[in-house]
Nanobody, 120 residues
Framework: VQLQASGGGLVQPGGSLRVSCAAS????????MGWYRQAPGKQRELVAS???????NYAESAQGRFTISRDNAKNMIYLEMNSLKPEDTAVYYC???????????????WGPGTLVTVSS
């Protein structure tokens, strides 16, 4: 199983950006999916998460500006980011709880991350 994020880049303060993440491989079932970020010199932190039934949870810093969504049929997750600030600059990682076989439980998988830079 692999997760691959895309859509990062350079954006000006106040701008918008959407990052996507695709899970591929022998996926039987997916539960919670989410986005974390890690800024230089800081610990990785949760940005937003979404359950299989699409219940959403946001970090306080993302509330009202970011929207998480998912496409269960495509095993994809998205993060729409608006009103971006320089402090949103970080590597954004997607993660998913995935089951491969009926005999195994769910395991957490991580993508390699995509860099989002907010700067003028």
């Amino acid at each position: 199983v692999q997760l691959q994020a895309s859509g990062g880049g350079l954006v000006q303060p106040g701008g918008s950006l959407r990052v996507s993440c695709a899970a591929s491989g022998p996926i039987l079932s997916t539960k919670d999916m989410g986005w974390y970020r890690q800024a230089p010199g800081k610990q990785r932190e949760l940005v937003a998460s979404i359950t299989a039934s699409k219940n959403k949870n946001y970090a306080e810093s993302a509330q009202g500006r970011f929207t998480i969504s998912r496409d269960n049929a495509k095993n994809m997750i998205y993060l729409e980011m608006n009103s971006l600030k320089p402090e949103d600059t970080a590597v954004y990682y997607c993660t998913a709880q995935i089951q491969i076989t009926p005999q195994e439980g769910y395991s957490a998988y991580w993508g390699p991350g995509t860099l989002v830079t907010v700067s003028s």
